[in-house]
T-cell receptor, first 117, second 112 residues
Framework: DADVTQTPRNRITKTGKRIMLECSQT?????MYWYRQDPGLGLRLIYY???????NKGEISDGYSVSRQAQAKFSLSLESAIPNQTALYFC????????????????FGPGTRLLVL | QQPVQSPQAVILREGEDAVINCSSS?????VHWYRQKHGEAPVFLMI?????EQMRHEKISASFNEKKQQSSLYLTASQLSYSGTYFC?????????????FGKGTKLTVNP
């Protein structure tokens, strides 16, 4: 079974609709992330969470919100979807070994391909 | 704050070598390399830590020049399986917390 799962894997929605993307992990990591990927722009960080009570905005958080329901679950919501939110969305988790600054390794889910019409 | 990768794209024949560079305007404590094959999620390759050794993943190696604030990924005797987009990442501190920021990626195509 995959350690990081995302649902749905593909979604088509209409402008103005609310949509939620879900991420679950069985790795026992405290840190979780949401990225979006657009051609030529790499991976851009939307939100990240270092534990259940800690939520932080990334580079491009406008138009998105998140919820960390439990250590294992981190959801991304688009309150009112717009066409330029069409993208590939990745969830990731990471370990962060104490005392090893900068040695974080991220584990990505399979991605959710979202099309907003 | 995003690291800069070069080149943006590389096309090789199987067996040829390539170098992908990653540079930063900020001091680097570590450089992270990931590879994303077409239609798949990014996968961790290696981390280079400040003061650490040159790292290797199969036949792919990387170096880290702290003074120049850059890292290079060396792909020798390339295989078809090397095709994909390579991302470097750096840890930045913002608002008291650290996060990993990725470059825009270098697309590597290895042809038979």
């Amino acid at each position: 079974d995959a350690d990081v799962t995302q649902t749905p894997r593909n979604r088509i929605t209409k402008t103005g609709k609310r949509i939620m993307l879900e991420c679950s992990q069985t790795k026992g990591h405290d840190r979780m992330y949401w990225y979006r990927q657009d051609p030529g722009l790499g991976l851009r960080l939307i939100y990240y969470s270092f534990d259940v009570k800690d939520i932080n905005k990334g580079e491009i958080s406008d138009g998105y919100s998140v919820s960390r329901q439990a250590q294992a679950k981190f959801s991304l919501s688009l309150e009112s979807a717009i066409p330029n939110q069409t993208a590939l969305y990745f969830c990731a988790t990471s370990d962060f070994p104490p005392g090893l600054a900068g040695s974080e390794t991220q584990y990505f889910g399979p991605g959710t391909r979202l099309l907003v019409l | 704050q995003q690291p800069v990768q070069s080149p943006q794209a590389v096309i090789l024949r199987e067996g040829e070598d390539a170098v992908i560079n990653c540079s930063s305007s900020k001091a680097l404590y570590s450089v992270h390399w990931y590879r994303q094959k077409h239609g798949e999620a990014p996968v961790f390759l290696m981390i280079l830590l400040k003061g650490g050794e040159q790292m290797r993943h199969e036949k792919i190696s990387a170096s880290f020049n702290e003074k120049k604030q850059q890292s290079s990924l060396y792909l020798t005797a390339s295989q078809l399986s090397y095709s994909g987009t390579y991302f470097c990442g750096q840890i930045i501190t913002q608002g008291g917390s650290e996060k990993l920021v990725f470059g825009k990626g270098t697309k590597l195509t290895v042809n038979p």
